[in-house]
Structures are given as structure tokens and as C-alpha cells.
């Protein structure tokens, strides 16, 4: 018998211990990402962030930078001369009054902002039921707020004015159409506060409905059957949900009504007491070129606005619902 010689090739010498580990230890930082990675994907998210921080940065904090160092100047608005006063500009606005009597104003629009919150609460829990012609009806509320303010001032400006389509549609059921609507403080600052609620109670009614979609449907079906009543399901359900909108949606109406500008300022001008502070601070900038008073009054607004928020956040703080 012959023996057949073996073709196979000599086995490899065994490597050595541990260098296979070490070799690939070099290039593998912890966690099992490699090394050229690393600094990569720690700037990558910076780098989705750069053109929006630089957005944020140019046109937001810049001009408030530059509106507090206005503040402190005698600027006029054209000149290229700013000379530094100090607190003087400070010292002045908070040593007259008059100047802080339109914040009274902001109350009517306060008022205007709690009638709209309720309104647009009130349709939104309704229609997020299954009813007929929901859709019309959204799209109905939440029309106005989709028209440009100053075109709704001169609708309304031809609405409220003597003889206009208000006292035309009241003399049809035999009122008596001789008051003039934007005559009086009272009643101009109910016309004007009145537009308000038509205009933006459409905002409030979006943010509250796209949270009460945002509720499980299991629960409003559990709901149902334990035989809970809509109002039963409004109160232990819908409310506790929405409630970090609802905060939302105060704040947006304290810093709203405490910086009105449009409508009163296309409607009246601020004539019959119906000037906002946010009005009194714009012709104090380009009326009376005193830009520095006015930056002044700007940066109080601010910080009258940021206190506010402050305290209603303390006072009411978000709390995490949990209903399931």
C-alpha cells in the first residue's frame, strides 16, 4: 500500500496573546465607537444648532443688548451722537406717573383675555366629540386670527364708526344707533378689548383642541362606558390634560395684554384714552425722537412681562398628569 503525501498547508504559528485585543483596542475608543468618530458625533448636533443659535443671536439678543444700552443714552433715533445719561431716562419715567396710567388700559384687554380662553375651551372640548360640521366650524374660529391686524383695525374702524355696520344691523331691531362707539374711554376700550377676543380667541381654541386630541382615546371610551357624562369627562379627563396649556395660554394673555398695539393704534391712534404702553413708547420714539426714553420703556415692559411669568410659573407650576 502507498502512502499519499498530504497537500495540505502547515498550520499557522499561533499569534501571540493579547495582540489582537491591543491592536484593536488602538483604534476603538470606550463604548465601541472608533476614536476619529467620537469628536465627530459631538459635533455633529452643534452643527444642525449653528444656523439657528445664529439666528437667535443676531436678531434677538443683540437687539435687546443694544435696546439696554440705548436706554442708557440721550439717543434720538437719527443722530450718531449718543451721549450716556445714566439712570436718568429711568429716573424720569418712574417720576411720572402719567406715563404708568396706561397700564389701566391693560385691564380691559386682561378682561377680553379671560373671555377668550373660556370661549375657545368651551369649543374645543365640544368639538372634540364626534358632532357634524366640526371642521366647518374650526376653520370658522379659527379664521380671524389668520387675517393681517391692520386690515382687522379698518374692518373694525368702518364697524364701530357713527352709522356703521353696527349701528345699522342694531337698527334693524329698533335700537338706538346715536352712541358713538370709540367716543368715550369705556366704551372705545370695550370696542377695541371686544376685536381682541375676536381676533385671537382662534389661537387659543388650536393649542387647547391639539391638546385634547393628544388624549388617549381609550380613556374617553372607558369614560363612556362607565357612564360618565361629557361634562364628567371634561372635568376629570380633559382639564387635568390640557392643564400646561392652559398656563400656556395665561401667559400669552398677561404679556398680550400688557403689550397691545395694533388695533388700538390703527383704530383710535390712542386718542380717548385708549393709548397702550407699547403706544406711548413708539411716539416717544418717533414722535417726539426721544429713542433713549423709549428703550427705557421698552426694557421695563420686558421685565415688568418676565416678573409676571415668573410668578404665575411659581405660583402655578407645570406638574406631569398622569391619567392612565
Not at 162 to 172: I, N, P, Y
Not at 218 to 243: C, K, N, T, V, Y
Amino acid at each position: 500500500m502507498t502512502r499519499t503525501a498530504s497537500t495540505a498547508s502547515p498550520p499557522h504559528p499561533p499569534a501571540e496573546p493579547g495582540r489582537t485585543a491591543e491592536h484593536s483596542s488602538r483604534h476603538r475608543a470606550p463604548g465601541g465607537t472608533s476614536w476619529r468618530e467620537r469628536p465627530l458625533r459631538r459635533v455633529t448636533p452643534w452643527l444642525f444648532l449653528l444656523a439657528p443659535l445664529a439666528l437667535l443671536v443676531t436678531f434677538t439678543y443683540v437687539p435687546v443688548g443694544n435696546m439696554i444700552y440705548y436706554s442708557f443714552t440721550d439717543w434720538d433715533g437719527v443722530s450718531p451722537d449718543r451721549n450716556f445719561v445714566g439712570g436718568d431716562n429711568y429716573t424720569e419715567l418712574f417720576t411720572r406717573p402719567e406715563l404708568f396710567k396706561v397700564f389701566a388700559v391693560s385691564l380691559y384687554y386682561l378682561a377680553a383675555s379671560a373671555v377668550q380662553i373660556v370661549i375657545a375651551l368651551y369649543f374645543a372640548a365640544v368639538l372634540s366629540f364626534d358632532l357634524r360640521f366640526r371642521n366647518l366650524f374650526k376653520g370658522i374660529l379659527f379664521f380671524p386670527y389668520l387675517i393681517n391686524g391692520v386690515a382687522i383695525g379698518f374692518v373694525f374702524l368702518y364697524f364701530f364708526q357713527d352709522g356703521g355696520t353696527l349701528d345699522s344691523v342694531l337698527s334693524w331691531f329698533g335700537a338706538d344707533t346715536g352712541h358713538a362707539w370709540l367716543g368715550s374711554p369705556e366704551s372705545a376700550n370695550t370696542s377695541l378689548a371686544g376685536v381682541s377676543v375676536w381676533r385671537f380667541t382662534g389661537l387659543n381654541f388650536v393649542l387647547f383642541l391639539g391638546a385634547i386630541q393628544s388624549i388617549p382615546g381609550e380613556l374617553h371610551e372607558a369614560a363612556q362606558l362607565d357612564g360618565a357624562s361629557r361634562w364628567q369627562q371634561f372635568r376629570h379627563i380633559i382639564a387635568p390634560s390640557i392643564r400646561p396649556v392652559l398656563s400656556l395660554s395665561v401667559i400669552l394673555a398677561i404679556s398680550g395684554s400688557l403689550s397691545v398695539f395694533e388695533i388700538p393704534y390703527i383704530m383710535t391712534g390712542g386718542a380717548t384714552e385708549t393709548s397702550t404702553f407699547v403706544i406711548q413708547t413708539v411716539k416717544f420714539a418717533f414722535q417726539f425722537n426721544k429713542t433713549g426714553l423709549a428703550s427705557a420703556c421698552a426694557v421695563v415692559l420686558l421685565a415688568v412681562i418676565l416678573l409676571i411669568t415668573w410668578i404665575q410659573r411659581r405660583i402655578v407650576p407645570d406638574e406631569k398628569v398622569d391619567l392612565v
